[in-house]
């Protein structure tokens, strides 16, 4: 029987950045360690959800997460959807490539013996957030922003558009912030709430502040 502010809630998180192939041994990513997204799990964790962490990365899972490795974002948009209906809350803090290649090579790719360019097409991926958003119903969903600029504007049009609940932004133009740091300072937006800036700290101080809010936004329910 597990105590704490989320037992009995399901709460599933994406991490890492997703991993979209080139060929066999090739591929494009996102920079991004991934710790948040393992910080907000094993936060999650501790509050006494049974929580789900969706990774691209390598680290190992927090004690007591269960792990869905995935690679692409199709990979990832598929094992969200799947668990979203029966999830309580769903946090995207995986950083998701806004391309893939759109037609990834079967064997390895060969110089070409002209000393030629190469060119790679690129196509859209799936908005797995916004995707969420529209089917959301009774599930508290949370985004996150990484800007390097006007960045509550940024994060609240992310807030709308997306359908989600709550925005975790950041400024990753800032030393120690963000991206393969150990601490991290955001904003949190929610909907008809101001904007509330947590100070810088761990990312795992920083993910106990962050499921404290989405405990009081679930708890009861
Ligand atoms: O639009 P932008 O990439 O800045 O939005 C960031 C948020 O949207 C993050 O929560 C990220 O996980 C999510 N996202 C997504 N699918 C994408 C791109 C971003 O779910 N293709």
Do not use: C, W
Not at 4 to 18: D, E, P, Q, W, Y
Not at 22 to 46: C, H, W
Request: charged letters at 25%; proline letters at 4%; hydrophobic letters at 40%.
């Amino acid at each position: 029987q597990q105590t704490g502010r989320l037992a009995g809630k399901k709460v599933v998180v994406s991490a890492g950045g997703t991993v979209e192939p080139i060929d066999p041994v090739r591929f494009i990513t996102n920079r991004s360690s991934g710790k948040m997204g393992y910080a907000l799990a094993q936060a999650a964790a501790e509050q006494g959800a049974d929580v789900t962490l969706v990774s691209s990365s390598e680290l190992p899972a927090p004690v007591g997460v269960a792990m869905v490795p995935v690679q692409s974002a199709r990979d990832l948009l598929a094992a969200m959807t799947e668990r979203f209906e029966d999830t309580d809350v769903a946090i995207m803090a995986a950083a998701v490539s806004d391309y893939r290649v759109a037609t990834p090579a079967d064997q390895k790719m060969k110089k070409n013996a002209d000393h030629a360019g190469l060119t790679i097409d690129l196509v859209e991926n799936p908005d797995i957030l916004a995707t969420l958003g529209q089917q959301k119903t009774t599930q508290y969903l949370v985004g996150f922003a990484a800007e390097t600029q006007d960045l509550l504007t940024y994060a609240q049009n992310k807030l709308e558009k997306k359908n989600a609940d709550m925005l975790v932004a950041n400024d990753v133009s800032k030393a120690q912030v963000g991206f393969g740091h150990d601490t991290n300072e955001v904003t949190l937006l929610q909907r008809d709430a101001a904007p509330e800036k947590l100070p810088l700290q761990s990312k795992l101080a920083l993910a106990r502040d962050i499921m404290s809010r989405i405990a009081t936004q679930v708890e009861g329910k």
